[in-house]
């Protein structure tokens, strides 16, 4: 079963509440999930685990605040993470048109640049078109998680 580092991204607590409802369903089934509501580098740079940013999007695409701390850390000292499994969950308003999703964007490029490997595809949910994001995350973390190298 997997370990894996959530790093929560969240303005008015959707993309927080998508994490704990990931956690509260999948621990039962033996995976470990630590959810960082105030994620810092150590966060990544003291374990192998791979990493979900599970991040609303905030302003015109941006960084909600709470996770911005860590995205400009990350981005001016690129900590490598050569092929460190990660994946990305954004929460964002389609209405927003071409900024829709931008935090998820922004954060992805950042984890590339350390050398991490994307594992899977983003899920990008609208606020448009649902108001339960966790249960519309699911379904797509247990592919994420099949997708995951087998680690010893």
């Known amino acids: 079963m997997a370990s894996i580092q959530i790093l929560v991204g969240s303005v008015y607590g959707g993309a927080l509440m998508a994490a704990r409802e990931l956690k509260k369903t999948l621990e039962p089934e033996g995976h470990a999930l630590i959810i960082s509501e105030q994620p810092e580098l150590s966060d990544i740079t003291t374990n192998q685990d791979p990493v979900l940013i599970c991040t609303s999007t905030t302003g015109q695409g941006e960084v909600p605040p ?6 400009l850390n990350l981005r001016e000292t690129l900590p490598q993470q050569p092929g460190r499994p990660f994946g990305v969950i954004v929460l964002g308003d389609s209405s927003y048109g071409d900024t829709f999703c931008g935090a998820g964007d922004l954060l992805e490029e950042a984890f590339l640049e ?11 949910i ?7 994001p966790g249960q519309e995350a699911l379904p797509w973390i247990r592919e994420w998680l ?7």
């Open 126 to 132: 609208d606020a448009m078109e649902t108001t339960e």
């Open 146 to 152: 099949s997708l995951l190298p087998i680690r010893p």
């Open 66 to 71: 709470n996770l911005l701390p860590f995205y």
């Open 114 to 124: 350390t050398g991490a490997s994307k594992t899977g595809s983003t899920l990008k």
